[in-house]
């Protein structure tokens, strides 16, 4: 098979891999056939985190099911199924309280795309092993284009846990989103309003960012070093430590703030500021595994449309190039063989 490597700062290059097989009955072979960057791929393609090529990239898609252990008994071959990014059993006692992303039958940070607790493969290659099928693989419901849905394995789904349990707390709340990651600052303003937000508020430096937030009905905020307006809800989707500490600054009292970001190194945070204005903080690897399936529904119910974000869709052909163009969220698709 053809699997798209992680060489070094902007190098990407597909290589013949041997096929993935069946080792276990609980497993499934499956071929990606829309494969999204998640904004941590754009960070690792550019060099900016401390993950060592080689490896295989890629942690967000959907696919289509090639293959099945004897054990397999929900997933069926030719399904159409998100690939959530983390490798989970679904039956031990983290599985089953939620927390999928801290399963305790895989070794811990167990993911596709990075050799994080393993080698699993990466999402953008031809064919990707399921240790756990019925567990992990969630159906793209009809009606739901596969394209625009890569993102549920990972960024769109990390988008609404994020935004979606504080304001379960504050129904109706107004959420700040503090922009700069790269296309899951959209995806949080989108599930901010699928969440029921009263009004959202977007902060970034970009301007094609805040043009595409004031599409979607968030008030966009050019940022500069002014203090930002007081939210009860705040999201940092900034990935950057000194917008952390502004998002964090601008909880109003008893609200709370989630980073959607991943920071490699120890980061200051504002605690004076946090204890004055009794702020609760939360940030986490994302456990989707319980929430693909309320993404999916929302988006075929057309309360989310995720397909705003997506620009660019490819094939394998020219999917290094676009995976290193500026392109906020390319697809790269395959077509499928099993129907
Ligand atoms: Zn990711
Ligand atoms: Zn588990």
Redesign the pocket.
């Given at each position: 098979m053809k699997a798209l490597i992680y060489e070094g700062p902007e190098q990407l290059a597909w290589q013949e891999r041997p096929d993935p097989r069946i080792e276990g009955a609980s497993e499934a072979i499956v071929r990606p056939i829309a494969s999204a960057p998640c904004d941590l791929d754009r960070a690792i393609i550019q060099g900016r985190t401390p993950l060592f090529p080689p490896f295989e990239i890629g942690h967000e898609c959907v696919a289509e099911v090639i293959a099945i252990g004897e054990g397999v008994v929900r997933t069926k071959v030719g399904e159409v199924v998100v690939v959530p990014w983390s490798i989970?059993?679904?039956?031990?006692?983290?599985?089953?309280r939620g927390l999928?992303a801290s399963?305790?039958?895989?070794t811990p940070r167990a993911m596709y795309g990075t050799q994080l607790g393993g080698d699993f493969g990466g999402l953008f290659s031809e064919l990707v092993r399921v240790p756990?099928a019925d567990?992990m693989l969630v159906p793209v419901p009809d009606g739901v284009d596969p394209i625009h849905v890569a993102a549920a394995s990972d960024n769109l789904t990390d988008a609404w846990i994020a935004v979606s349990a504080p304001l379960a707390k504050r129904p109706g709340a107004a959420v700040l989103v503090v922009g700069g990651a790269g296309g899951i600052s959209l995806y949080c303003v989108q599930t901010a309003f699928a969440a029921g937000a009263s009004r959202v508020t977007y902060v970034d430096r970009n301007d094609e960012r805040l043009a595409m937030a004031a599409t979607f009905g968030a008030t966009p905020i050019k940022r500069d070093d002014s203090r930002l307006p007081e939210h009860d809800v705040v999201i940092d989707a900034s990935a950057h430590p000194a917008e952390l500490a502004r998002a964090l600054r601008a909880v109003a009292p008893g609200g709370e703030c989630v980073s959607v970001g991943v920071y490699f190194l120890d980061v200051a945070i504002p605690i004076l500021d946090m204890y004055a204005n009794d702020v609760s903080f939360r940030i986490g690897r994302p456990s989707v595994g319980p929430n693909i399936e309320k993404v999916l529904e929302l988006v075929r119910a057309r309360t989310l449309d995720p397909s705003k974000v997506t620009q660019r869709i490819v094939g394998e052909d020219d999917a290094i190039e676009a995976l290193r163009s500026r392109a906020m969220k390319p697809v790269v698709t395959r077509p499928r063989i099993t129907r």
């Amino acid at each position: 098979m053809k699997a798209l490597i992680y060489e070094g700062p902007e190098q990407l290059a597909w290589q013949e891999r041997p096929d993935p097989r069946i080792e276990g009955a609980s497993e499934a072979i499956v071929r990606p056939i829309a494969s999204a960057p998640c904004d941590l791929d754009r960070a690792i393609i550019q060099g900016r985190t401390p993950l060592f090529p080689p490896f295989e990239i890629g942690h967000e898609c959907v696919a289509e099911v090639i293959a099945i252990g004897e054990g397999v008994v929900r997933t069926k071959v030719g399904e159409v199924v998100v690939v959530p990014w983390s490798i989970h059993c679904g039956s031990c006692g983290r599985c089953r309280r939620g927390l999928t992303a801290s399963c305790e039958n895989v070794t811990p940070r167990a993911m596709y795309g990075t050799q994080l607790g393993g080698d699993f493969g990466g999402l953008f290659s031809e064919l990707v092993r399921v240790p756990y099928a019925d567990a992990m693989l969630v159906p793209v419901p009809d009606g739901v284009d596969p394209i625009h849905v890569a993102a549920a394995s990972d960024n769109l789904t990390d988008a609404w846990i994020a935004v979606s349990a504080p304001l379960a707390k504050r129904p109706g709340a107004a959420v700040l989103v503090v922009g700069g990651a790269g296309g899951i600052s959209l995806y949080c303003v989108q599930t901010a309003f699928a969440a029921g937000a009263s009004r959202v508020t977007y902060v970034d430096r970009n301007d094609e960012r805040l043009a595409m937030a004031a599409t979607f009905g968030a008030t966009p905020i050019k940022r500069d070093d002014s203090r930002l307006p007081e939210h009860d809800v705040v999201i940092d989707a900034s990935a950057h430590p000194a917008e952390l500490a502004r998002a964090l600054r601008a909880v109003a009292p008893g609200g709370e703030c989630v980073s959607v970001g991943v920071y490699f190194l120890d980061v200051a945070i504002p605690i004076l500021d946090m204890y004055a204005n009794d702020v609760s903080f939360r940030i986490g690897r994302p456990s989707v595994g319980p929430n693909i399936e309320k993404v999916l529904e929302l988006v075929r119910a057309r309360t989310l449309d995720p397909s705003k974000v997506t620009q660019r869709i490819v094939g394998e052909d020219d999917a290094i190039e676009a995976l290193r163009s500026r392109a906020m969220k390319p697809v790269v698709t395959r077509p499928r063989i099993t129907r």
